[in-house]
């Protein structure tokens, strides 16, 4: 390469510290190739660490993949987590139990809805404060607790001791009263049927 393009070369070079042409054109051929050697060398490192630049962006944008999917495994971790410290509902609970537990279940189950059935039945003939679609909404405790506030579950016993009550005068006044001491009806009858019986006597 000729000086002219040398010095040309090396005034647009990046890594040269002398890139004025008129200091170029000064400086001898050794110190042009000097200054020729600089840049190469300079170059050769710039470029080095533009591939390592690059490798490690490759790097870092690997890692940042990688952490993104951390994350998100992270996450559904933490959500799988939140439902396993939720109380297990009675449905999934049932999914889950053995056949011979979900038979038993099925079957008190059955038992439960026939007896609220026969509950409603009878209650809804009993009393007129609930229609039947209201009875049928309530549970089975507050059936059988409102059967037995009626006492479905025992026949009622009437009560008649009051009738048999015979009122008693307490004082004078109350004798006279007739609602303590109501008349004899066959008192008359009885005091002629003893006078006829005297005279026939005598």
């Not at 049927?193 to 005279?199: K, P, S, Y």
Request: proline letters at 5%.
């Amino acid at each position: 390469m000729d000086r002219q393009a040398t010095i040309a070369k090396l005034a647009k070079c990046k890594h040269n510290p002398i890139q004025d042409v008129k200091v170029l054109e000064a400086l001898k051929d050794e110190g042009l190739e000097a200054l020729e050697a600089h840049c190469a060398a300079r170059g050769a490192e710039f470029t080095a660490l533009e591939e390592r630049a690059e490798e490690a962006e490759g790097e870092l944008k690997a890692l940042q993949e990688k952490v993104g999917s951390s994350e998100a495994t992270i996450k559904t971790l933490q959500a799988d987590l939140k439902k396993a410290e939720k109380p297990m509902s009675s449905e999934d609970w049932y999914k889950r139990a053995p056949k011979e537990v979900t038979a038993l279940v099925e079957k008190q189950r059955k038992a439960d809805e026939e007896h609220k059935e026969e509950l409603v039945d009878t209650l809804k003939s009993a009393q007129d404060v609930y229609d039947e679609e209201a009875l049928k909404a309530m549970s089975i405790e507050d059936l059988d607790k409102t059967a037995k506030l009626l006492k479905l579950d025992q026949p009622a016993q009437a009560d008649f001791s009051a009738a048999r009550r015979i009122p008693q005068p307490r004082n004078a006044e109350d004798k006279n009263d007739p609602h303590l001491n109501p008349p004899d009806p066959w008192a008359e009858a009885v005091k002629a049927l003893q006078a006829r019986q005297g005279r026939s006597v005598n």
